[in-house]
């Protein structure tokens, strides 16, 4: 019977055997025996030794094989008749590696005399991507581009994490560490192809972060961390007190004995282990019961429980009971010293326990220490904001001005000024806005003082005042109050000397001067451990050398070599921060010209860094300068002078002085 044969197209060159052939069968008619197919197709180029023909009764499944040898055609008999059988040639070299497939045909065999048909089946695309980046840390951004070859009629990317697209290019991100096989597989009614690739994914390098509040302050000293790291999964605390914990954020931690602590965070994640991030807390010793002369401490009125007061390192503590400073009569406790006719009374209430919106805390001046007595204040409330209060006849009511809505830390100053009282509320020490003023005929020697009631018999009330001064006309002739002591350093020509009244140090002092390898001044000063801050207004300096100086001072010994730091004001050479790095070294000087009296330094240290500012108003701080010494931690900090001139005394007056 007639049969028709199927002629394919050439094969491709061998150094391509293992990939898809595009060959194409030709179909062809001739008459041949029943339950034969003929088949015919182009040489392919290369190195060919032969072809191999394939077949079977379902698409791609190809169950025998005849070997053509080198020939082009063949003949596949014993085929059983009316069954349709599906064809594809692979082309072999002399070491029988075989190309792939060539496009497949399919065939119905008929009986005698009849015609079989072919059909060219279109050729299947061949999967190929590319991925950019291959690997990195999570979350890694990956562009997938198919650069697959043929005809697509369908595409499904499967990224190996569960999800999917059909898009032809995409961009994938992984959030989570692992391997993933990303794959894309094409297909048309040729057939179907998959490729695969790797991804690698990292996960991210945990990173330390927090933040302490507050960093210092005076014992018991109360710390919070907030934890702000990223890619932790594990907390590691360590407050350098012993103390460690492993929760994200840990309860406040309270710091009983004074000294320097290193808070220090390690964290851990699938990525690894943090280098520590580390916070410096510096806990300060509680004030003393000591109040320094002629300070006195007393509880006035009928308060229930005892009050008590103390200093340190220019912070006064006053704890203080009683139902009120108001009214017919009061009971507060009161930190006094005797003033004799007109003053002001500065201080910073830094803060202040809330046993009651109406406790108090603040600056006061009064006639006597009687319960009853004749008295003006300004004072800061916990729920009232700051009020000016008064008591104009003895066994009077009260009266009070207040503003409301201001909270510590803030600024309070009561002025006498003949039978005028004045008080004044300021955010920074620097701009000042009148509260009120009443006129009241106290006599000349009266008592000015910091102030604090609980409003609340059965409590105790707590506040903290800083940058206390209190200035009365004329400059201080008076001892000076302890701690503080006074020495010439070096070899002065004239006997120095250093005083204190009513707020304000004045001293006096010749040598040659501050600098080089070897000082000769005067110097008022007290002892200090580790770290710490002086501040001091100049108020005046004689001008006995454009390089006399006035300032404050850290001094590692009163020997005249010693190693140090200051900062000072000069008659013309402005502001001066200047230090002697080693001792008996050579000094080293940053200056800032044109500035005069009255005019504001500090000087700071912390660890080993020394740092000097200066200011117009005691508010706005200016850096002028820094350097880290290896000084001791037993140091003495105070007020410094020299004329730069040994055959005369120069005399500077400084206010404002407060030491944190």
Known sequence: MPTTASKFNSLKPLSRLLGWLSVLIACFATNAFAGQVNLGWNASTGSVSGYRVYYGTASGNYTSQIDAGAATTATVASLADGATYYFAVKAYDGAKNESGFSNEVSQTVAGTNSTTSTSSTTAAPVSSFTATPTSGVAPLLVTLTDTSTGTVSERVWDFGDGTTSTSQSTMKTYNTAGVYTAKLTVKNAGGTSTVSQTISVTAAVPTASFTATPTSGTVPLTVQVADSSTNATGWNWNFGDGTTSNLQIPPAHVY????????????????????????????????????????????????????????????????????????????????YQPLNGDGTIVARVANLTNTNSWAKAGVMIRESLDANSRHAMVVLTPGNGVAFQYRATVGGSSSNINVSALKAPYWVKLTRAGTTFTAYQSANGSTWTKVGSVTMNLSANTYVGLAITSHNTAAIANATFDNVSLSVGGIGTGALP????????????????????????????????????????????????????????????????????????????????????????????????????????????????????????????????FTAYQSANGSTWTKVGSVTMNLSANTYVGLAVTSHNNTVLATASFDNVAFK
Do not use: C
């Not at 010439?488 to 501050?514: E, F, P, Q, R, W």
């Not at 100049?538 to 200051?566: F, Y």
């Open 482 to 609: 302890s701690p503080w002591l006074n020495t010439d350093v070096g070899t002065v020509a004239l006997t120095g000397s250093a005083g204190y009244s009513n707020g304000t140090y004045t001293l006096k002092g010749a040598g040659v001067d501050i600098w080089e390898t070897a000082d000769s001044f005067n110097f008022a000063y007290q002892p200090l451990n580790g770290d710490g801050t002086i501040v001091a207004r100049v108020a005046n300096l004689t001008n006995t050398n454009s390089w006399a100086k006035a300032g404050v001072m850290i001094r590692e010994s009163l020997d005249a070599n010693s190693r140090h730091a200051m900062v000072v004001l000069t008659p013309g050479n402005g502001v001066a921060f200047q230090y002697r790095a080693t001792v008996g070294g050579s000094s080293s000087n940053i200056n800032v010209s044109a500035l005069k009296a009255p005019y504001w330094v500090k000087l700071t240290r912390a660890g080993t860094t």
């Open 256 to 335: 009983k004995t004074a000294g320097n602590y290193t808070v220090s965070l390690t964290v851990s994640g699938p990525g690894g282990t943090s280098t520590a991030k580390t916070i410096s807390i510096t806990a300060k010793a509680a004030a003393t019961a000591t109040l320094p002369s002629p300070w006195v401490d007393k509880d006035i009125g009928n308060v229930v429980i005892a009050g008590s007061a103390g200093y340190s390192n220019g912070t006064y503590t006053l704890k203080g009971a009683g139902v009120d400073i108001w009214e017919t009569a009061d009971s507060f406790n009161f930190a």
